[in-house]
């Protein structure tokens, strides 16, 4: 139960995320700036969407009851998943 309704949780803030950071693209992409404002919130994002990939991996590794190492690239490298997996979705 609580596994799921982290997941859930995670996914939210991840679509959130990622959502604020796809508007931020297309302003940039035509050629706008962006304000302080959006600069802070893109660097927010990114920050929120990293760390809820590093709790998710050490979740899992928990779960298959393998070491969970302090070092985050340490950690997403226990899962044996090829990096290219995480950025091609």
Same mark, same amino acid.
């Given at each position: 139960m609580y596994l799921e309704l982290y997941q859930k949780e995670t996914e939210k803030l991840a679509e959130r995320n990622g959502k604020l950071l796809k508007e931020l693209r297309n302003k940039l992409m035509q050629n706008s700036d962006l304000s302080l404002i959006e @600069?802070?919130?893109?660097?927010? !994002?990114?920050?929120? =969407?990293?760390?809820?990939? &590093?709790?998710?991996?050490?979740?899992?590794?928990?779960?298959?009851? @393998?070491?969970?190492?302090?070092? !985050?690239?340490?950690? =997403?490298?226990?899962?044996? &998943?090829?990096?290219t997996k995480f950025f091609l979705r």
């Open positions: @600069e802070q919130a893109m660097f927010h !994002a990114l920050q929120i =969407i990293i760390e809820n990939a &590093i709790g998710k991996t050490r979740h899992l590794l928990k779960t298959k009851n @393998e070491k969970v190492r302090a070092c !985050a690239i340490h950690a =997403i490298s226990g899962l044996n &998943i090829p990096f």
